[in-house]
């Protein structure tokens, strides 16, 4: 793909906090306020609902999810990824109202990367899988991949979809922390997956936080992607991004251009206690 917009590495990008104690001289970052879910729809708009970081703790009804017409969900929807998990997501999404669901995956949801699944299942036992787990679980339910399990909503990874011509890319990768799923370091690795994002891109999803918005962790460190704020300052300019991952940055903030919304569900004590965050999109013309 030809990019007419080329993205440098910062050359701080994998120190984060001292990255953006230098790059936030020329940066806006303002709180922006949530709008009340109860507010009707405006013409012409499509509304929107996003959550993130469920970890299976919404299939129970623990939270309400307001009404809306595309549900959005940034991942982490699972514990660690056991086909059982994503079966009760699935199913719990199909009680749902919304004429459209959108998922990616995020570190948690593990039987999502192909790679620990296909070339290092060693490393799932770790996280309490065991080896025939995977083939067990996956030949009980007829299915070759978790992915067929997502019957009720679009799986996107690395891949869009559009509504009523709003452009939607998702993403699930984030900087390595803690060995889990879709790790990849920081800098050319993560900014070669930012460079699949289409310039077209009105929603962005990714599960991890740009560096400066949402990102702050409850040690003061900065936990973002250096080069996701690039990629989405310098090229692509969404209206929206949503993520989650940083459960204590939940909250709506806009550096002017584009909105960025952490919509962690779960707490940094996974408590699933933080509502979901709603918008509302004009259809564009010729819509
Ligand atoms: P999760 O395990 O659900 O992906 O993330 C849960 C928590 O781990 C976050 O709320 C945050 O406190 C912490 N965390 C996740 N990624 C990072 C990171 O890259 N750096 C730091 N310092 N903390 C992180
Ligand atoms: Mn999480
Ligand atoms: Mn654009
Ligand atoms: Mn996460």
Not at 58 to 79: R, S
Request: net charge negative.
């Amino acid at each position: 793909m030809s990019l007419d917009v080329i993205i440098k590495v910062h050359p701080d990008s994998d120190k984060p906090t001292q990255a953006w104690q230098k790059i936030q001289v020329h940066q806006k970052v303002e709180k922006v306020t949530p709008m009340d879910p109860s507010t009707p729809i405006l013409a012409n708009h499509i509304r929107f609902v996003c959550l993130s970081d469920t970890h299976s703790k919404i299939e129970k009804g623990q939270i309400k999810i307001p009404d809306g017409d595309v549900l959005l969900h940034a991942g982490d929807f699972t514990n660690v990824g056991l086909p059982s998990e994503v079966k009760n997501y699935n199913e719990y999404l199909g009680t749902l109202p919304h004429r459209l669901k959108i998922t990616i995956a995020g570190n948690h949801d593990l039987s999502f990367d192909d790679y620990l699944v296909k070339t290092n299942r060693q490393h799932l036992s770790c996280f309490g899988w065991t080896e025939s787990l995977v083939e067990e679980k996956l030949a009980e339910y007829g299915i070759t991949g978790v992915k067929e399990l997502m019957t009720n909503c679009v799986y996107l990874q690395d891949s869009g979809v559009s509504v009523c011509g709003i452009n939607i890319w998702g993403s699930p990768w984030q900087p390595v922390f803690c060995d889990w799923g879709f790790n990849l370091e920081r800098g050319q690795q993560l900014l070669d997956k930012w460079n699949l994002i289409p310039e077209s891109t009105d929603i962005l999803i990714t599960h991890g936080p740009p560096i400066g918005h949402g990102d702050k962790c409850f040690d003061e460190q900065h936990a973002g992607c250096v080069e996701l704020l690039s990629t989405i300052q310098q090229r692509v300019l969404p209206k929206y991004h949503l993520f989650g991952h940083v459960h204590e940055g939940y909250g709506m903030t806009t550096d002017g251009k584009t909105t960025f919304i952490n919509a962690s569900t779960c707490t940094v004590k996974y408590r699933p206690t933080n509502p979901p965050v709603v918008f509302d999109f004009p259809v564009p013309e010729g819509f």
